[in-house]
């Protein structure tokens, strides 16, 4: 590969020495990237990407070519970096940010390529001519790219860059002034079905609608999914009909907008979006996998799902792509109050057996900012690195500064404010909670087998049953569970999972007292 950079060094001067530049050497460099490393392979693309971006004298009419081959190419390791990334079971910290970073980065890599290509679009020379036969791919593959961008960014629950919906709309109004925003088009070589500029625009729009900051990544990457197969469903159109639910100017810098009511000015740039008859579809996909009816072979969500991983995703959508968005169900209140913070079962289980009555300095605690509490929950401030352990659905105990009792809650909605600072969604689970060691019934003799750290939930259930917290994996509905309380020992048998994550499962039992 190095070789082939070797007239890189004179890339100023004004005959162009890119060897990205000559086809025959183009197809080259494809044939030559390896198959069987993802990784090796993404490295050797980004070196070309990135000396494209070097090359100031590069023809205008060849590097559309260039950047879109090499986008061709990367497809393959792209998904398969993308599969490790929502599918290893345990990645460490290290590693989920380096595949992260991977990721991302040439997703924003190849957007800015893209860009590179447009200035040549407004000269009337001959590059440009030419390049505008490729105005519909390219102006699709560009908002495809920054929508990548926008989607690895949720998957670390951060903000996408100030400018992205600004080169979003730019974008889009390009291809709407070359008129080929609904062009139908491949936008891949290998790609299955048809799209458009305007189809590609619409996907990220409804997934900014959806509110997907209370979903773990492999979620979000099922929704978007589901999304761009409803895609051509949706209604976006400059003309305001009286249920479009959203707003967004091509001309602005601010993302799609809740339509409580029309715009300040009403300018040739805005455009309305509802969910029309995307709702109906996602609603009737629903009902069937509620029924147990296999997914559709049409939906391509990347691999085979059970219903439980669809299920959560289907009725978040419905839920937020209706004609109708949820409302917040409880008022807020502003508040500034410190709180204290033990994360996951095993420190909650300490908290409520009021083993953390004295915190120790260097310990599991952490010292968050509640901003603001309802009925439901609490919104707060981390203003410091989040660790590992944070993110949408761990679990966790709170004390408020000054006080004695802890309350148990889960972490629905998680958003990142660089990297230091995240603001945290917090669902209260229950006031309070018993610890206890469960064993199951089977266990030969009762006081030989270790326990099991659980938590029992007496508050918020169905009369005859608790609600019990449980390591991952803990929960059988052919085993019945045991503890003892005192001089009393109880039954626990099992009724269903109501919620199960990564290090932790909350389920209901109906409980008994063994005579």
Known sequence: MFEKLRGLSRLGEKTPDHPLADARELRRVIDEIPAD???RALDEIVVWLESLRAAADFPQDRLYEAVSRLDDAAQP?????ARDYLHSARLSGVEEKRLWSINHGFWTLLAASYERCLPALGQKTRAGEQLKQFLPALSARLIAALGSVSKWEQFHYGSSGSTLWQRLGAAMRLAEEGGVASRAIRLRENASGLTSPQQEFVKIVAFQAASLDGLLPLEIELAERLIAHFASAFYFSSLAEHDCVYWVDLAGAKPPTRLARMPAQAVATLRFFKPAAAYAGIAGLLNEIEQGRDMPAAINLGGQYPARTLLPVLRHLAAYLAPVPPQRRHDRFSVKQRALVAPGLVNACKAFSGQFATPVAGG???SWIVENVSRGGFGAVLNEQPGEWLKVGALLAMQPEGGASWLLAIVRRYHRQGESEAHIGIE????????????????STYAAVAGIPALLLREGGVAGEVRVL???????LRETLQYAQGSKRFQLSPVAIVEQYADYELARYRLSEIA
Do not use: G
């Not at 390791?77 to 970096?81: E, I, K, N, V």
């Not at 209260?428 to 266990?443: C, F, N, S």
């Open 37 to 39: 490393n993802a990784r």
């Open 364 to 366: 599991p605690l952490e």
């Open 77 to 81: 390791s792209l998904r398969r970096l």
């Open 470 to 476: 449980l390591p991952f994996a803990s929960f059988d």
């Open 428 to 443: 209260t689970l229950a006031l309070q909670a018993e610890p206890v060691d469960v064993r199951t019934r089977a266990a």
